[in-house]
């Protein structure tokens, strides 16, 4: 009888185990029957974003037992998955292709990439060329595979907001199989197989440059360059296909692209900040926010200095006179200038100021990022490569990358309305115990990567990042053709009729 029960149990279990198999099997068949079939009902890109976000597609080893994989649950379980989950796929991408030589990357084409991305070659006029660079005979585009062939982008404040530039020499090197970077984002040259469509114009450089009539010009030469933009995009079947919407437009400086950009509002825009733009041409739903490139030096994170070797406690340097809701810096600086512990002057890059305002950052628990002209500044970005925990007092501030960085791991908020209350704001960081202080410190060294830009670009950088955020914004451009296709076979029918 124990004999017939053994057997009976090892049947079952056996049982059990080809269910579950079988199971499985028809799981991953169905998947592949979804991502390939040419008539799937779940676009490609959406797909893809699906097997990154679980990391099914490259490796479920970086997986421990205490993690999720399913995406989007909690805040903090769902960006950390995807992050963690991203920069498995561009090491396993880079790993798998060392037998072949250091630096080749034959994984990084267009199939396993995150995002694809055509990029009109529009003349170095728009581009390089107001870097000074000049190609030879029809030369289009600069050879960044040749050491000491990317041209450089000016210093000073132009580089905060230089955006465009390290996008654009990011695909220029997806390309180029001896540059070792993530796939998350490659250039196709037919724009049928694009995702998204790049207009690489350098707006923020063309208006930090060339804003003001010189001479005897009547118009600004930045003028005229958004004037031919908007001619060029609007006579291209590119755009005419979708309306622009599937279009990138980086227009990172507030001032850039003023001019085209209500006419080009149907695009996707990298941007600082929504200040300057109205809801109908900028939103949350179909824009990117970039972070600034900061100017201070990032700091090493072994030799990060500790709560108690901070010694100011609350730190601001920069123009205090603003305007619009910059206010309140005035404000502020009447309430602390003369206060304990506090660093509260004005600063420019003149004289040494980035360099002082790095020693002073490095040296502060706490860095004030107040709203000026605009939400944004690049205050918050030199806070963060300084490891000093920013004190954001912005209530109309949009935070890069937020759909996958909790912020409030490693920022202070403060409304304006609470700062500026006497005494209020010091109170409010005093207390703030030196074990919660350097739990955000521990952070803020963990994310300062997230908010680097570099050439070529590394897995989870600034660069990555942003491809990654647009990536996310697929689904919006997918549901807005939808929706506007919903009459329009209503109308096809009656023709056919």
Not at 439 to 458: A, I
Not at 466 to 473: D, L, N, P, Y
Request: proline share 4%.
């Amino acid at each position: 009888m124990s004999l017939f029960l053994e057997k009976s149990m090892l049947a079952s279990r056996f049982l059990s185990c080809l269910i579950a198999i079988s199971v499985f099997v028809l799981v991953v068949s169905s998947l592949s029957l979804l991502q390939f079939a040419d008539n799937s009902f779940i676009p490609r890109s959406v797909f893809r974003l699906i097997l990154v976000n679980t990391t099914s597609l490259y490796s479920t080893s970086s997986v421990t037992s205490g993690e999720s994989k399913t995406p989007f649950l909690t805040p903090e379980t769902s960006s950390e998955q995807s992050l963690k989950s991203q920069e498995v796929a561009c090491q396993t991408s880079s790993s798998s292709n060392s037998s072949a030589g250091v630096g080749v990357n034959k994984a990084c084409d267009a199939k396993q990439a995150l995002l694809r991305v055509y990029m009109y070659d529009l003349p170095p006029e728009f581009h390089f060329g107001l870097l000074g660079w000049k190609g030879s005979g029809n030369e289009m585009w600069p050879n960044v595979g040749i050491q000491g062939q990317v041209p450089s982008y000016p210093g000073g404040l132009n580089l905060q907001h230089s955006i465009e530039y390290w996008l654009t020499l990011d695909l220029l090197s997806s390309n180029i199989p001896n540059i070792t970077r993530p796939c998350t984002a490659i250039r196709v040259q037919n724009s049928s197989e694009a995702d998204v469509i790049f207009v690489p114009f350098f707006s923020s450089l063309s208006y930090n440059r060339h804003s003001k009539p010189h001479g005897k010009e009547k118009v600004s030469l930045n003028r005229i360059l958004q004037d031919r933009v908007v001619e060029y995009l609007r006579s291209r079947d590119e755009w005419k296909l979708k309306g622009g919407a599937d279009h990138l437009i980086v227009a990172h400086h507030p001032n850039s692209m003023l001019v085209a950009r209500k006419k080009l509002g149907s695009a996707m825009f990298v941007l600082a900040d929504f200040g300057r733009y109205r809801a109908e041409t900028a939103n949350i739903e179909k824009d990117v926010i970039a972070p600034y490139k900061h100017m201070v030096r990032t700091l090493d994170a072994e030799n990060s200095p500790s709560f108690r070797q901070r010694d100011i406690l609350v730190y601001f340097q920069g123009a205090i006179y603003r305007k619009d809701g910059g206010t309140i810096r005035q404000e502020l600086y009447y309430l602390l200038k003369d206060e304990k512990d506090v660093h509260f002057t004005f600063g420019s890059i003149r004289s040494n100021g980035v360099r002082e305002a790095g020693r002073g950052m490095a040296s502060s628990k706490f860095c004030l990022n107040i709203a000026g002209d605009t939400p944004s500044s690049n205050r918050l970005f030199d806070a963060i490569a300084s490891h000093c925990v920013p004190v954001i007092i912005s209530d109309d501030i949009e935070l890069p990358f937020e759909d996958v960085i909790d912020y409030s791991k490693f920022c202070i908020f403060v409304r304006s309305s609470d700062a500026v209350k006497k005494g209020y704001l010091l109170n409010f960081l005093r207390g703030i115990k030196e074990d919660q202080w350097t739990k955000m410190w521990k952070r803020l060294k963990e994310l300062t990567k997230h908010f680097e830009y570099q050439h070529p670009s590394q897995p989870n950088d600034a660069v990555d990042m942003i491809w990654q955020a647009i990536s996310r914004k697929l689904s919006f451009i997918q549901l807005k053709a939808h929706r506007n296709n919903r009459y329009h076979s209503s109308q096809l029918f009656l023709k056919d009729r």
